[in-house]
């Protein structure tokens, strides 16, 4: 059975990936935690990079702006992202970078499931905080 150390892991390095190819840089280190149907990412020594690189000019060709490294272009893929991973509808996202701690702090919510108000994805990975959910 998959617990949430798993999930995390998989959502540290989906959005580890996906911040690189935003920034050009790699965080020297993240860490992703859920906690009921709220999931939080955390990445160290990226933001200025990150900063940089959506005020830089654009040197691809594009489209009518398709494939442009933009911040709404991040968050629509960061809530992909985890909706890939975790196979639940994302409620909310806010994404909070400091500039001075180059740190920045992703916070996606999940919507509930129709059945006990709990995500699919807490009752498939272990439950809320990483318990096994009650049996019944």
Not at 5 to 11: A, K, V
Not at 24 to 50: S, W, Y
Not at 104 to 117: D, K, M, Q, Y
Request: charge should be positive.
């Amino acid at each position: 059975m998959t617990d949430f150390r798993i999930l995390s892991t998989e959502l540290t390095k989906s959005l580890t990936s996906l911040w690189t190819r935003y920034a050009g840089k790699r965080p020297t280190n993240a860490q992703t935690e859920i906690r009921g149907n709220v999931v939080t990412c955390v990445l160290a020594d990226a933001v200025g990079d990150f900063n940089k690189s959506m005020i830089a000019p654009q040197t691809r060709d594009t489209v009518r702006g398709a494939d442009m490294l933009t911040p709404a272009a991040y968050k629509r893929d960061a809530v992909a992202a985890v909706v890939r991973v975790t196979r639940q509808r994302v409620a909310s996202f806010v994404s909070s970078h400091d500039r001075d701690t180059d740190v920045a702090t992703e916070v996606f919510t999940l919507e509930p499931s129709l059945s006990r108000g709990a995500p699919r994805a807490a009752r498939r990975f272990g439950g809320a905080y990483g318990r096994p959910p009650p049996r019944a």
